[in-house]
């Protein structure tokens, strides 16, 4: 039998339950369907965390509403407890059994996702425990919304910046429901024809500024300035500007065809005056001059910041696709990592009103773009997008999921976004009856978590070497310094 432990016991209960299927059967699964390589003595039982938990988890967002469970967001967090220490060995004594969780897994009519109550769970929670990088790396990218591989390791920073690199439940809970809010924001919006906007099929509002008309966001072309509404979609920058008490119909500012495009931070002032750093400069070829946009604000620049980070992913995830001639399917993919990305970064943004200046990008695009050697990440990319099918893996136990997923790959973020409600007509199929083989495979690095390392860890010698130069300036200063002295003596 498995050495498992209480934590990792608890969340495979679960894991079964939503499974419906006992764990023997869930073991021989594993042990059919996975290669001898992660099943090996010291691995064999995280591993087996892993398979129990990428198909809890697989299961379990195919309702469209997890993110709003408390429930499943405990059960996130559980498996990457459980995942930390999956091994009887390594789990200091833990008094309190499970054993109701067995008497509520016999009920089986309820209406909840999990039966138990939250106030029994209240009891198996430890506060004190909390979740390391590596477990956060494992586990949330198997839920593309909650996490992208590429960036995943910026995410827990972001998440653990205030609490010692640890990520305690209550942070990951508040993160997941900021997500959930932003997800029904952005869905919210679809139908609608907010700000007299006339989006295409499949365009997704990403984000809104200015909407109050107390904190609008300036347009600058030439000396002219106008107070509006700037919204953001996974194809365009549109600009409503506030007439007599209401939005003019807006300008659209296209960030998906080729126009050169150039999109960076700018200084503004009245009357073309250059004199506040808080404005994103929009040129292209569509457009007659440069259009600025300032986002006033008291105290620094990161409203700014903000925005000039995701339109820039916008326009750097078209530009991916431009780059590599991909199909209809392989650009919603692109599209849709980067639409989650920003979901995400949004919601960090809003739980934690955080800046951009404080972590490292959580946006994927934008990332492989800062590092040296970046285009690594975006080469893996491609490749794996090349793997892409349709139909994704069909959920067949008589051959080996495994091997599939090394064939085939599912747009699983395309698929996620999905089964978050935002079905365009094309796509709706996509998901039917698929089994979604993510980013992540049982006991296995992804290619894009290497790449991203690879170029990383590049950088940190570029870092390293800028630091020593400017160790150089320091001291050259210094000694200046004391030449000058021994010069006034
Ligand atoms: C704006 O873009 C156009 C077209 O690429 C270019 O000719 C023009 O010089 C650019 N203007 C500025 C101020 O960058």
Redesign the pocket.
Known sequence: MLGISAQSGFSLLIALWILKVSTAELQHRFDIELPETVKQLLTYTRNFVEFCSYQALNMVSRNPDYLSDPEFRRLMYDMMLAWEAPCVETEPENKESPSYINEELEDEDGSSLFHFSSTNLAVQVDDKKTIGPEAFARIAPACPVVADVIIVHNLFDALTSSSSHRLHFLIFDKYLRSLDKVVKVAKNALGLSISNLQLDEGEITLDVDGAVPTQPVLQHVGMSAWPGRLTLTNYALYFGSLGMGSYDKAVRYDLATDL?Q?IKPELTGPLGARLFDKAVMY???SVEE?VYFEFPEFKGNSRRDYWLDICLEILRAHRFIRKNNFNKIQQSEVLARAVLGIFRYRAIREAFHTCSSQYKTLLAFNLAESLPKGDIILETLSSRLALLSVGGAQHDMTESLHTKQKLKLSPVAILTLGQLGFNSQKESNLGAGVEVVGDICVGETNLLEIAVKKSISDTGRVEAAQATVNQVKVEGIDTNLAVMKVDFR
């Open positions: 050169k150039v040129n292209s070829s440069p």
